[in-house]
């Protein structure tokens, strides 16, 4: 079973330890960070572990932007040993369900960005409702969904 566990200073090495896979470093950051970024927006975010049982498996942060207001996905991965094998599909269904709990702020708007070239991460959440928005950065390519 997939859970969701904040990262809290007796789980963080083990999100520093996640690897990507060769390749991987242009779609998504690193865990380590992120964290920094997490530490900067801790008022306005939550960073998981990505666990299977008592293992983590990967990362992911929610962040709420009280500009928008809209809630936001960043840095989604799956450690490059567990990778085709369900995670990410399970963890971003636990991702979206913490969302609708607005944890930070009234939004059923949720957003993110995704390297265009990465065909894996844009099937999967084209498959949860995330659809083009148009907004687009260099690669990047932004996808958002209601969710209620």
Same mark, same amino acid.
């Given at each position: 079973?997939? %859970?969701?566990?904040?990262? =809290? +200073?007796?789980?963080? *090495?083990?999100? #520093? +330890?996640?690897?990507?896979?060769?390749? &991987?470093?242009?779609?998504? $950051? @690193?865990? !380590?960070?992120?964290?920094? &970024?997490?530490?900067?927006y801790r008022e306005q975010c939550q960073p998981f572990g990505i666990y299977e049982d008592d293992?983590?498996?990967?990362?992911?942060?929610? *962040?709420?932007?009280?500009? *928008?207001?809209?809630?936001?996905?960043? @840095?989604?991965? *799956?450690?490059? $040993?567990?990778? /085709?094998? /369900?995670? /990410?599909?399970?963890? %971003?269904?636990?991702?979206? =369900?913490? !969302?609708?709990?607005?944890?930070?702020?009234? $939004?059923?708007?949720?957003? %993110? =960005?995704?390297?265009?070239?990465?065909?894996?991460? %844009?099937?999967?959440?084209?498959?949860?409702? #995330?659809?083009? =928005?148009?907004?687009?950065?260099?690669?990047?390519?932004?996808?958002?969904?209601?969710v209620q």
């Amino acid at each position: 079973m997939i %859970l969701l566990k904040p990262i =809290t +200073e007796d789980n963080f *090495i083990e999100a #520093f +330890e996640l690897k990507l896979a060769p390749g &991987q470093e242009e779609y998504v $950051s @690193h865990p !380590i960070r992120s964290l920094a &970024q997490a530490y900067v927006y801790r008022e306005q975010c939550q960073p998981f572990g990505i666990y299977e049982d008592d293992v983590m498996v990967g990362y992911v942060m929610v *962040i709420y932007d009280y500009d *928008i207001p809209e809630y936001d996905i960043w @840095h989604m991965m *799956i450690d490059e $040993s567990r990778q /085709g094998q /369900g995670y /990410g599909n399970a963890a %971003l269904d636990q991702v979206l =369900t913490y !969302i609708k709990g607005k944890p930070f702020g009234d $939004s059923s708007r949720v957003a %993110l =960005t995704c390297n265009r070239k990465n065909r894996r991460a %844009l099937a999967l959440y084209k498959s949860k409702g #995330f659809r083009e =928005t148009g907004a687009a950065d260099d690669d990047e390519i932004e996808l958002a969904v209601l969710v209620q």
